[in-house]
């Protein structure tokens, strides 16, 4: 269980790399601004906003990445301790855009998920 946990955390952890790039990098550009349902004069008054909490998806994603290396360097304590939380702040955080944005039910799904499964895999894996 431990393994499909540490296989959800690598996936949720690259989502959130590439979240961090549509936020921080790319966040005027056509492709982001349709798919944050933006217009150019939207993107350009809240990119700043953007490419702070670009950077907040990053270090999220470096945290479980973390997780998962400590994990096979033999750290599992550790290991485990990032991926919960790191995955757990991600799972919560959907859950915020979920509830205060129900029209962003598919974005909170995308960003959510693989942090669900990798919490609930680690938890049971543990728990043996």
């Known amino acids: 269980m431990i393994i499909t946990a540490l296989v959800f955390g690598v996936l949720a952890a690259l989502i959130h790399v590439y979240i961090f790039l549509m936020e921080s990098m ?5 492709r982001a601004r349709a798919t944050f349902g933006t217009t150019e004069a939207e993107a350009k008054a809240t990119k700043e906003l953007a490419f702070n909490q670009g950077f907040y998806n990053l270090f999220l994603g470096i945290a479980v990445a973390l997780g998962v290396v400590f994990h096979f360097l033999g750290q599992p304590a550790i290991g ?3 991926l919960l939380t790191g995955a757990g702040s991600m799972l919560l955080a959907a859950t915020v855009l979920l509830l205060s944005s129900p029209d962003k ?12 499964l990798a919490v609930v895999f680690m938890i049971i894996g543990l728990s043996n």
């Open 105 to 116: 039910k598919s974005a909170a799904l995308k960003q959510g998920v693989f942090p669900l």
């Open 26 to 30: 790319w966040w005027t550009t056509p």
């Open 80 to 82: 485990a301790t990032l």
